[in-house]
């Protein structure tokens, strides 16, 4: 009991990141996103483990995928999730501390290239 006679507070246990990604990828391929990429970020950042980025066809599919993929993660994981963007529905950013999801509309996503930045490039042999 806690120092007002109220039960405390039960607290989930914190899904892993694994467990989040695993997730994620199911809602997002459930409610039809569209090229659905993962980026492994271990060891390469400390802003999370994993990125995943996304397309919907509208701004309408935009905003629903990152509504329903935050009611998913916090009612079957327990993960609260901060959403950003999701009043315009051109980018919505999901970031679970975690793992971290763009979804885009394609014009969107063609113009800021974020794979491109975070995927690995090819390797070149040293000269």
Not at 58 to 83: D, N, W
Request: aromatic share 4%.
């Amino acid at each position: 009991m806690t120092a007002d006679n109220s039960a405390p507070i039960a607290v989930p246990p914190s899904a892993s990141s694994e467990e989040q990604l695993t997730r994620i990828l199911s809602s997002l391929t459930d409610d039809k996103a569209e090229d659905i990429v993962q980026i492994d970020l271990r060891g390469k950042t400390a802003i999370g483990d994993y990125m995943v980025i996304c397309s919907g066809r509208s701004t309408r599919q935009v905003t629903a995928l990152s509504e329903k993929l935050a009611e998913r993660l916090k009612s079957e994981l327990g993960v609260l999730t901060k959403v950003e963007g999701k009043e315009t529905g051109d980018w919505v950013l999901l970031d679970t501390g975690d793992v971290i999801v763009h979804v885009f509309r394609p014009e969107v996503r063609e113009f800021y290239q974020l794979e491109k930045m975070w995927m690995p490039g090819p390797k070149t042999a040293a000269k």
